[in-house]
């Protein structure tokens, strides 16, 4: 793996007006530290794990709370999902799980679940010290010449947990089209949103994702923490990561970010700015 250590705050950030600044307060709250681990999943699971153990521990030893993985961290797209596919309590799993428990941090990783006809969920693990969660990916991928609505079922429900002091939305991918879902998420109370992705590349797609990140966060008024698998070379219309993982606040400023190459990214984020957003902008409110 190349290093990609990536940009952070400090050096990054958007400097905001005074009047986007969220009142100074001596007992603001500390920010909460989140890494985004952009990887290249293959079609080896134990393999995988043993990336993401690492990645996990590596994150852990950082400062982080959170640990968010691409979608499809399991086994890429253009494995055999069926074969793949593990319940919640799978040995894939199993492993992310106690890799969490031991670094003391919540993990976010995707995989694929068991679903009846013959399909499966393209799935969300969450896990963690007292955390247990998931979410199925709502909106599929059937764009761009892909199907994914063949070989996948969809979710139905939105998901948030309470955790880190704070409540954390989630959605995959090509969720981000979709503004609706997050907006609901920030009127549901998240102040953080997790996006794990394996964004398929092709002309214009980086623009995009650097539009709909941006948005998203700004429908949401929350911090926005995108996922993406490293970039791999394109293989017909298997969508396999272009890589950009980065973190937008709630004004839509980049607040850290990575290139294409595998590497984790570990950012501060400050929550007192989620309710300066929606103080100054009150539009969930409507």
Not at 190 to 205: H, I, M, Q, T
């Amino acid at each position: 793996m190349i290093e990609n250590k990536g940009v952070t705050d400090d050096d990054a950030m958007t400097t905001a007006s005074d009047s986007d600044r969220p009142d100074s307060h001596a007992d603001a709250p500390r920010p909460l530290r989140i890494a985004l681990a952009q990887l290249t999943s293959g079609p080896d699971v134990d393999e995988n794990l043993a990336a993401v153990t690492a990645l996990i521990a590596e994150a852990a030893e950082r400062g982080a709370r959170l640990v968010v993985f691409p979608e499809a961290t399991v086994a890429c797209f253009g494995s055999r999902l069926s074969e793949v596919a593990e319940p919640l309590d799978g040995p894939f799993a199993c492993g992310v799980r106690a890799a969490a428990a031991s670094a003391g941090v919540i993990a976010v990783a995707g995989i694929f679940t068991p679903a009846g006809g013959g399909r499966v969920h393209n799935t969300l693990l969450i896990t963690g010290p007292g955390i247990e969660a998931s979410y199925h990916k709502i909106h599929l991928y059937d764009a761009f010449g892909s199907k994914e609505s063949e070989t996948v079922s969809p979710g139905a429900s939105l998901v948030s947990i309470d955790a880190l002091g704070t409540r954390i939305g989630f959605a995959t991918c090509y969720d981000l089209r979709f503004a609706d879902q997050f907006t609901d998420l920030g009127r549901r109370g998240a102040r953080l949103v997790v996006v794990p992705a394996s964004w398929g590349d092709g002309p214009g797609k980086d623009q995009q994702w650097d539009v709909l990140t941006r948005a998203r966060a700004m429908d949401a008024q929350a911090y926005l923490a995108a996922c993406d698998q490293a970039w791999t070379p394109p293989q017909g219309v298997r969508p396999l990561g272009i890589g950009l993982s980065r973190v937008a606040d709630p004004f839509g400023t980049i607040v850290g970010q990575l290139d294409e190459r595998a590497g984790l990214l570990v950012v501060d984020i400050d929550l007192a700015r989620v309710d300066a957003a929606r103080r100054q902008l009150p539009i969930l409110a409507g």
